[in-house]
């Protein structure tokens, strides 16, 4: 039997396995393990009130937010950093894949605000270009204005923690901040953390990873690197700190593009750790951090390239965490075949990018020759936990398995998801009503009316 210690053993191995200590420091073997549950009881202030809560502020929950007060509903988005953007941002991932058009007004919106800017590539349409890059420091801005502009309430600095649950439906979830913990009052909420944790909290069926062994996509660290001249490089990386990397074999999968003047954008992958454990997504963030400084050392080193950090993302990438288990389930067949969903309410046109899970080299799930798919169209069920009354998912902690989810996590996708999700909550806010007495069709057709074109 696989345990969760064992699991993080064998990912830990992982990065022993390229010469270096456990990410988790030395004290890790002396820590107890966990054997006991305690109840945690306490009365907190309900501060916030609204008619639509939407948890996490990724790309996913900022359109549900910004659909949500398009519709005309009260709107608390919730998010733990500082700014919005998650994976677009705070994980410095800067360029949107798939097609960029007909995603619908949110979308629309967003675009046309980085356009104002001077801050996004021109457009090309998916067919011509896979995706498009923008500078993620701008987009941090005009998520934030255009969600104000909306009169959508931002909590910013507030971490989503538990959920309340009256007659199988959630009445509050409690948040804790700077001002410690509070509940937040709603009559719909939006899971839009990326690793289905309201849906986890209220009892949901959720899944993750791989079905053998719940490996999930790897994650990647992003960061950018400035080029200086011959004489202002000096070796940044100081002597015994890190494992130096001989061969060019010894990287990981590291890409590289322009970021502006003088500066590249690097990606390298780091495999094997699980965005939903605490020990070891903390495991991740170390590792990623070591490798990225081995990976630095060595273009300096070993490459002569007078390059120094410039910055690194605050967070590193998560590709893949929890996915829900909903009403419908998603699967890579339905991608294949570009299935047609009556309650169809988003579109998606990217290749199946499955990255091999328990690889940091360039490999893939799939062979090159099958990773591309038809448009396809994704069901409202898959934006419904099984049974939920009140709550839907959006963005990548959809319900999906893993190679759908590997082409539909992208940003353009998770857009789309999200302005129908904001959509058929405010319906439910307006109407006083649950999922299970809404028409999914007058969903589909609220969101082809605000620009989303489904067509397959
Ligand atoms: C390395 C990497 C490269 C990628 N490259 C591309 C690319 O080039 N183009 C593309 O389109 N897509 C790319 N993707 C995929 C894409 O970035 C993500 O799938 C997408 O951004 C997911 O959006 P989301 O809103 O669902 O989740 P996230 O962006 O993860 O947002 C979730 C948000 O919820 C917040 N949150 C989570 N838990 C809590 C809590 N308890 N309380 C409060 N807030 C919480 C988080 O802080 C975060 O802001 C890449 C992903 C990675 C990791």
Redesign the pocket.
Known sequence: MTTRRNFLRKSMMGAAGIGLASPLGSGEEGIPAASVDIVWQRHVPVRYACDVAV???????VSAAMAAARSGAKVIL????AI?????T??G?G????ETAGQGEAFDAIIKGLEAFGAIAPYKPYTEKE?RTFDAEILAIVLQELLLKRGVRLLLH????DVCVKEGKISESILCGPSGPEALRAAQFID????A?LALAAGFETVKGRPEDGLQLP??M?FTIRQVTEEEAHAQVPEGWFTPLKTKNDLPMTSLWPNGPGSSAV?IKIPKFDATDTESLTAAEIQGRRRMMEVLDYYQREEKKSWILNHAASRI???EGRRTVGEYVLSVADLRSGRAFDDAIARGVFYLDGHKPDDDKRTYILPPEERKVPPYQIPFRSLIPKGAKNLLV????LSADQLALSSA????T?SMM?QAAGIAAAKMAERNTDIQNLDYTDVRKSVEERGANLSV
């Open positions: 948890i996490g502020g990724g790309i996913a929950g919730v998010e733990r950093f919005t953007g998650g994976n677009a705070v994980g991932v360029a949107f894949c798939g995706s507030a971490q989503f923690v839009a953390t990326g690793e944790q994650m990647s992003m990606k990438g998560i590709r959006a963005g990548r902690c996590r992208v940003m353009t998770c999200g």
